[in-house]
Each structure stands twice: as C-alpha cells, then as structure tokens.
C-alpha cells in the first residue's frame, strides 16, 4: 500500500525533529546523559604488562578524582581497558571492538609503537581523538594525524637528552644500542644516530631482540665486542633487565642508559641490587616530589584509589592524559563531540593541570615536553638528576 503525500511529510518532519532533538542534547557515541566512555587498548597481561595496568591505574585514578566533583557537565568519566599483550594484530581487534562493540567516544593511554601504527588508521579514517599514547614514536606527531593527542616528550628528544649528556658529562665516544627489533626499536635507533652525527660520531655497535622475549644473548655478544662505555638500551623493562644482568655475569659494566617506554619502576624491580647506576630518561615530573601540585594531586587520587599503590612513573602519565582529557571536556560544554573535543585540544594547545603547563599538538612543536633524567639507587629507589 502507498503512503500518501501527507504520510510521508508526517515522518520526514518526525525524523527530521529527532535529529534536532539530538542535535540541541549533543548525543554522541559513547556519550550518555550521565557518562562519557572511553576505552583503552593495551598490554594487560604479558610480558610487558605492567606497562598497560599502570597506565590504566593513571587513568582511572584521575576520572576517578574528577568524577567525586560531579564529573564533566555532570557527565561521569568512564574507562573499559582490553588486553592486546604488545601485539599489533591484537590491538587491532581490540581497538575495533572498543569502537564498535563497546562504542567508546574516545581511546585514551594506548601502549607501544607497533600497536599504534596498526590502529592508528582506523581510528584516523573515523575522526575518534587517540589521547596520551604511551609512545614516543615521530610518526605520531605528525600534525596530519589531527585526531592525536600526544601528551609526551619524542623519543628522538629522549634519545638526544641520553647522548648530550653521556657525551658531554661523561666525555664518552664508544656508545653502542640495544634496541627491540621492530618499529619502536628502529625509531629509537634513529634518535640515537642522529644525536650521535651532530657530535660527529658514530655507533660503536648494535644490537635487537625480538619483541615479548628476553632473547638478548646474540645482541649482547654482538655489542661486547666494541667495548662501549655506555649503551642505550630501547626496550621493556624485561629483556632490558635480563640484558643489563647478562652484562654483569660477563664481568663487564658499561654505563646503560634507557628511555622512558621501559617502565622505570618495573625494570628497578627486577634488577635489584644491580640497577645501581642504571639511567633512565623520563617525561613526566617526578612522581615523588610532593613539592610539584600536579604531583601531590596525582598521589592522593592514587592513595584514594588504591592506598596500597606506590606511586610511579607510567601510572603519573595516565593520570596526565586522564586530567588533560578532563580539562578539554570541560572547555568543549555540556554537548561533546568527538569533532569538538579535538577542536578544542588543537585550537587550545595549552592546558594548566594542577598549576602545571601541558602542551599539545602544534604548540608543542614551539614548546616541546620536557625530559627528565633519573638514576636508579642500590635500593631500587630513584633519584632525580640533571647532569650524569
């Protein structure tokens, strides 16, 4: 049976209301009248696990703190975390059910390189806001990649900080690599040659390892025979660590210096009484130093988390990026969209958490993000440092 004229204008104009209805309320994906979702991707269990739950710890404690005051526009914050182990065809998956099964507005804390080049696509081609990925990897900070929010410091500036200071501190010129072979890997060996050729210097030797193993024997017996007095190691806290040991019971002890994406806590942890002296680049503020606002406010959400939780360096960095994602929300009203949100994130540039300064986007081509160096004690503590 046809529908007549009027029929039919009925439901157009019916349909046509809804939308605006819509419209005027800000519905979006993963947006509920009393919730914002967001979801996570990364390393839960596995080998380089501890990576994934601190981050999400971060995360969490910091909607956790914004959710008692009431929320987002009276929005609450929430986080669904899938576990993708550190491997990209499983990354995949997941992000695909985060966006499609769970609906989430935005993803938030991803960990690794190799994960992000795989997922990063998908999430481009749709527009949804990619917030804090635990990566220092240049090919993020493309500024093409608009729906990318990098909250870190490269790790071609984490590689030059590690050479300026070995080769001027410490006056060294045999400095080999121990890097994890595959995308994270080679953009920190790239980070490392190009700091070395402003010196005019070159690598003594190098050295890879297979990504979720502790293989490290054929690198380090590759890199010994050069005789380096530091090597800078590009790796998760487990092969870094059995490395490091290797290195130990051969009776040698080069200065080793490593970059963020380790897990500076988890690679103490395992070393012991041998990570005395051990280095490591940082890219967030010291997690300890209460003197810091940012600092102090990120412990208590974490005491009010989990009192049994010591604070740490990758859970700080969720924390950031939970507190940054926040801070946007609140500037974008009480009608987000994805579309919105990184209008804001990219229009804005800047946000002041805590009373600290974070900068996003292409005001952190001007303004980068600092890094840190710290020291590893006998006693697995750390200290903070600003010459080697």
Known sequence: MKRSRTAIGVALVAALLAMATLTARG?????????????????????????????????VAAFTEINARGGVHGRKLQLISRDDGYDPDRSVAQTLKLIEDDKVFALIGAVGTPTAIATIPMTSARNIPFIG??????????????????????????????????????????????????????????????????????????????????AVSAA???????????????????????????????GVYPTFVNISFVGATALARELGPEGDGVIVSQVVPFPWDRSIKLVADYQAAQTALDPTRAPDFVSLEGYISGRLVAAALEKAGPNPTRAGLLDIINATGRFEISGS????????????????????????TFRAVDRL
Not at 229 to 248: C, D, N, Q, R, W
Not at 357 to 374: D, I
Request: no cysteine; charged share 25%.
């Open 27 to 59: 519905d979006e994906i993963g947006v509920s009248e009393g919730a914002i979702l967001f979801g996570q991707a990364a390393a839960l269990e596995g080998p380089s696990s501890v990576l994934g739950q601190r981050m999400r710890h971060g995360i």
């Open 357 to 380: 300064l974070v900068t996003v986007g292409a005001r952190a081509l001007g303004s980068p993000p600092k890094v840190f160096l710290t020291v590893i004690q006998k006693d697995g």
């Open 220 to 250: 380090w017996h590759t890199i010994k025979r050069a005789e380096p007095e530091a090597i800078v190691m590009v790796g998760t806290y487990g092969p870094s660590a059995e490395f490091i040991k290797l290195a130990h019971r051969s």
């Open 133 to 214: 990925p635990f990566s220092g990897a240049e090919f993020l900070r493309d500024l093409e990649l608009s729906n990318v929010v990098n909250i870190r410091a490269s790790y071609s500036a984490e590689t030059e900080t590690l050479i300026k200071h070995l080769t001027e501190d410490r006056h060294f010129t045999r400095i080999g690599i121990f890097y994890q072979d595959d995308s994270f890997g080679r953009d920190g060996l790239a980070g490392v040659k190009s700091a070395l050729a402003k010196r005019g210097l070159e690598l003594a030797a190098e050295g890879t390892f297979e990504r979720n193993t502790r």
